[in-house]
């Protein structure tokens, strides 16, 4: 799999946010900056880039990176496991985008990966930034991100 797309440096740090850099993180979660590097790879993960290509991430991120250590650790899923969870995101309800942009999206109902995942969606042709999508910010809502899912879920 290729380096995640939707990395270009575009996002601003949040304001009044604190940002961390890969090291901090590591440190501060007990895991290798390339763990964090592999996360990114495997598409879970869209961090925070700076302009000058230096990744940064948020509070927010370090909760997810913490949500997906225990899909792996204790929940015994893999990456492509996690990945798939992720697909269900109703992306194109939540964005929404047109009938059009949904009916060719490679990211559509069939798709085992999350929409950022992939460079060529209609969105991403429009030059979205996925950090800043309303789609890949529920991830960094976790709790919101559960409730999310298990409606999915139920009404499948
Ligand atoms: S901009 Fe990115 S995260 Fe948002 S819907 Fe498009 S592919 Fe998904």
Same mark, same amino acid.
């Given at each position: 799999?290729?380096?995640?797309?939707?990395?270009?440096?575009?996002?601003?740090?949040?304001?009044?946010?604190?940002?961390?850099?890969?090291?901090?993180?590591?440190?501060?979660?007990?895991?290798?900056?390339?763990?964090?590097?592999?996360?990114?790879?495997?598409?879970?993960?869209?961090?925070?880039?700076?302009?000058?290509?230096?990744?940064?991430?948020?509070?927010?991120?370090?909760?997810?990176? /913490? =949500?997906?250590?225990? $899909?792996?650790?204790? %929940?015994?899923? +893999?990456?492509?496991? #996690?990945?798939?969870?992720?697909?269900?995101?109703?992306?194109?309800?939540?964005?929404?985008?047109?009938?059009?942009?949904?009916?060719?999206?490679?990211?559509?109902?069939?798709?085992?990966?999350?929409?950022?995942?992939?460079?060529?969606?209609?969105?991403?042709?429009?030059?979205?930034?996925?950090? /800043? =999508?309303?789609?890949? $910010?529920?991830?960094? %809502?976790?709790? +919101?991100?559960?409730? #999310?899912?298990?409606?999915?879920?139920?009404?499948?």
């Amino acid at each position: 799999m290729s380096i995640n797309p939707n990395t270009e440096p575009s996002a601003t740090p949040p304001k009044g946010e604190e940002i961390y850099t890969p090291r901090e993180v590591a440190h501060r979660l007990n895991l290798s900056v390339e763990s964090l590097r592999l996360y990114e790879r495997e598409g879970l993960l869209v961090p925070l880039k700076l302009d000058s290509g230096h990744r940064r991430y948020t509070d927010s991120d370090i909760e997810w990176i /913490t =949500c997906i250590q225990k $899909q792996i650790h204790e %929940n015994k899923l +893999n990456f492509a496991g #996690i990945r798939y969870i992720l697909s269900m995101l109703p992306c194109h309800e939540m964005k929404p985008c047109c009938l059009e942009d949904y009916q060719t999206c490679p990211a559509g109902d069939r798709s085992c990966r999350p929409c950022w995942d992939f460079d060529d969606t209609p969105c991403r042709n429009k030059g979205e930034n996925c950090r /800043t =999508c309303v789609v890949y $910010q529920q991830v960094l %809502n976790v709790e +919101n991100l559960k409730k #999310i899912l298990s409606v999915k879920f139920k009404c499948d």
